[in-house]
């Protein structure tokens, strides 16, 4: 057995008997002699640094097969507590021992600075570092592109004002930069879909109208993309999803006297507008106009009896529909992603054209991201990613077992945490902003 296993050895037996005895117990004693023993005759020759790397422990290039006792146990129990390295100074002493146990047997979670444990247990022969460095690059990169797309989204909301703007006063508008926002939208979605699903959380309180829009293209997009649309149809698709309620500009929304007219005329006027543009697509004018139609025949504008609606306005039906039950009109009960995507499949082959239902519902998965959870040990997050198993997304966790709110929220892999999701939970019971936290 080599040195570097024999500190780990012993250790790992320290450790349990740390676990097991109070420390003036004689096993305690003699692990912790042991250690020192063995540490001692290890660092003879300088420090000892054991490097952990995908579940196994090494020193130098060497691994340490973990056919020893207690290796495995060391090493899960330096991972689950963040750390890359560990290393032990020549100077090792009973004090650094007992702080290197003890910090050791310390419960796992993303809270625990070992660093600053071991330190305050007076260890000074002790070298910790962190597989926190690679994370620190990750956390910044996603925040660097979370600020990114934030701001693609803040974009999409000016345009969007700037055309109702033209539309409210009969101007001649300008498509151009609305089909250039889409182009980004979709980019986006192919590369990061959660991201761009993250975004469709965001709820407009002043101007829901626009955030409507907006969020209706994002989810026309994700079923478009899901089934496969080459990206030029996608294109046609979001503009014509971005464009759904632009009738509703035309209306005065201070004016309560128009909300029916508006309520019933949109679709008409909407693709009174866009037909009067020189916009090549017609595809836009059709979903305008008829994005209300239920495939049984009901919504509106009336129509014949054999009448089809255009794929694309089969599609945005649903992504409408989604939008319009999770995030309804200021002050109106919204539902949950979940029981949106469980009433749209209700109203399939009534309302909604079945293969769509069907393929939006599998395409946002059984807990759609932005779902609000709790989980089996009573923490409580948001559904950030679907993941492999529809079962097991992955989870930002914001509040703690105990219901207070993380400094630092984090993300775990559900399959891998041993645990399950209980409920899903309105974010307005929480008061919370789900978006705020994708
Ligand atoms: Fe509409
Ligand atoms: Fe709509």
Redo the contacts with the bound molecule.
């Keep these: 057995m080599s040195n570097a296993s024999r500190v780990v050895t012993s250790l790992a037996s320290s450790r349990k008997a740390a676990q097991l005895y109070p420390a003036q117990h004689p096993s305690y004693r003699e692990a912790m002699d042991a250690l020192l023993n063995t540490v001692s005759d290890a660092t003879a020759m300088g420090v000892l640094t054991l490097n952990l790397h995908e579940g196994h422990l090494y020193h130098e290039s060497a691994v340490i097969a973990d056919d020893a006792p207690g290796i495995s146990a060391i090493s899960e129990a330096l991972e689950a507590r963040r750390v890359e390295s560990l290393g032990f100074k020549p100077e090792f002493t009973e004090r650094d021992a007992i702080a290197l146990v003890d910090v050791l047997s310390l419960r796992p979670s993303p809270d625990l600075d070992v660093e600053h444990e071991l330190e305050s247990r007076g260890a000074t022969a002790v070298i910790v570092q962190f597989i926190e460095d690679e994370d620190e690059e990750e956390r910044e990169e996603r925040d660097r592109l979370r600020a990114q797309d934030r701001a693609l989204y803040t974009r999409l909301v000016s345009t969007m004002r700037t055309l109702s703007e033209q539309v409210a006063q009969g101007a001649t508008t300008d498509l151009g930069g609305a089909g250039e926002m889409v182009g980004s939208v979709l980019e986006r979605l192919l590369t990061d879909k959660s991201a761009v699903l993250g975004l469709a959380t965001i709820r407009g309180r002043d101007e829901s109208?626009l955030f409507?829009?907006i969020n209706?293209m994002i989810y026309t997009l994700t079923l478009g993309a899901t089934m496969g649309l080459p990206e030029e149809g996608l294109a046609s698709l979001g503009l014509s999803a971005l464009l759904?309620?632009i009738g509703?500009a035309a209306f005065d929304h201070n004016d309560p006297g128009q909300a029916d007219a508006m309520r019933v005329m949109h679709p008409t006027t909407g693709a009174e507008i866009l037909s009067s543009l020189p916009l090549e697509d017609t595809a836009p004018m059709l979903v305008a106009y008829e994005?209300?139609m239920h495939v049984d025949g009901s919504g509106s504008p009336d129509r014949p009896a054999d009448y089809v609606p255009h794929p694309f306005s089969r599609m945005?039906a649903v992504a409408?529909r989604f939008?319009?039950l999770t995030n309804p009109a200021p002050g109106v009960y919204g539902e949950t992603p979940d029981r949106a995507i469980a009433q749209i499949l209700h109203e399939a082959g009534t309302r909604h054209d079945p293969m769509y239902a069907r393929l939006f519902a599998k395409s946002l998965g059984v807990f759609p991201i932005g779902c609000l959870v709790r989980l089996t040990d009573m923490s409580v997050g948001v559904v950030s990613d679907n993941g492999e198993d529809p079962l097991t997304p992955v989870i930002r966790v914001v509040y703690d077992t105990a219901g207070l709110e993380l400094e630092e929220p984090f993300e775990l892999q559900l399959a891998e945490s041993g645990l399950r999701i209980i409920e899903v939970i309105e974010q307005d019971s929480l008061n919370t902003e789900v978006s705020d936290h994708l």
């Design positions: 109208d409507h829009s209706v759904h309620d509703k994005h209300h945005v409408d939008t319009e």
